[in-house]
């Protein structure tokens, strides 16, 4: 069993920068890959970065040199540090692992004025 918490969103003017963390429970954090998925309202949930155990990163192309993912293992933690954000940022973002069975967090909603 594994427990995600996310934090850290609110309400950022366009162009501005926020940082999600995503704390979880589980001896073995350093072996899970982490990812990020965030959900707009009326659309599907997308994937947005991911992290392997040996730190490898991968992006969707729409955040692609504005996001960077990061893991702490000493804190159970991962980071998603988002600048330039852009209103069509605006989600739901969601911490997700695999260890077995598919885990999600409660999600944390970033908003993006224009």
């Known amino acids: 069993q594994v427990q995600l918490v996310e934090s850290g969103g609110g309400l950022v003017q366009a162009g501005g920068s926020l940082r999600l963390s995503c704390a979880a429970s589980?001896?073995?954090?350093?072996?899970?890959?982490m990812r990020w998925f965030r959900q707009a309202p009326g659309k599907e949930r997308e994937f947005v970065a991911s992290?392997?155990?040996?730190?490898?990163?991968n992006y969707a192309d729409s955040v692609k040199g504005r996001f960077t993912i990061s893991r702490d293992n000493t804190k159970n933690t991962v980071y998603l540090q988002m600048n330039s954000l852009k209103p069509e940022d605006t989600a739901v973002y969601y911490c997700?692992?695999?260890?077995?069975?598919?885990?999600w967090g409660q999600g944390t909603q970033v908003t993006v004025s224009s």
């Open positions: 997700n692992t695999v260890v077995g069975s598919d885990y």
């Open positions: 589980g001896r073995s954090f350093s072996s899970y890959a």
């Open positions: 992290i392997s155990w040996s730190r490898v990163t």
